[in-house]
Nanobody, 125 residues
Framework: QVRLVESGGGMVQPGGSLRLSCVTS????????VAWFRQAPGKEREFVGA????????HYAESVEGRFTVSRDNGVNTAYLQLNSVKPEDTAVYYC??????????????????WGQGTQVTVSS
């Protein structure tokens, strides 16, 4: 059983930056593609970005392309989501999810094997 724990959320002003972490345990991290999703109040969970298990391929939602960056460090079993130039519409609970031997482009939610509990990001002045 793989466990994912997100951290790094908080309140940030528009235009600011934040880095989220997704620490995994209980599995072989280097075999899992990690994706980030977010869910704002009253909205469906949406894909933000993902990085494949090798770290060589990543994809992003159009709404965050050029502002957010997904990365990973297989040595410490951790994936990251760097948020830059944040906007109020980026406010949401951010989740990481893992799919074994997955691909980095968006997949249906049910294709991901494991999910974290989420971390709140609030963008406000």
């Amino acid at each position: 059983q793989v466990r994912l724990v997100e951290s790094g959320g908080g309140m940030v002003q528009p235009g600011g930056s934040l880095r989220l972490s997704c620490v995994t345990s209980g599995g072989s991290f280097s075999t899992y593609t990690v994706a980030w999703f977010r869910q704002a109040p009253g909205k469906e969970r949406e894909f933000v970005g993902a990085i494949d298990y090798s770290g060589t391929s990543s994809h992003y939602a159009e709404s965050v392309e050029g502002r957010f960056t997904v990365s990973r460090d297989n040595g410490v079993n951790t994936a990251y989501l760097q948020l830059n130039s944040v906007k109020p519409e980026d406010t949401a609970v951010y989740y990481c999810a893992a799919e074994r031997w997955g691909v980095s482009y968006p997949r249906p939610l049910e294709r991901y094997d494991f999910w974290g509990q989420g971390t709140q990001v609030t963008v406000s002045s």
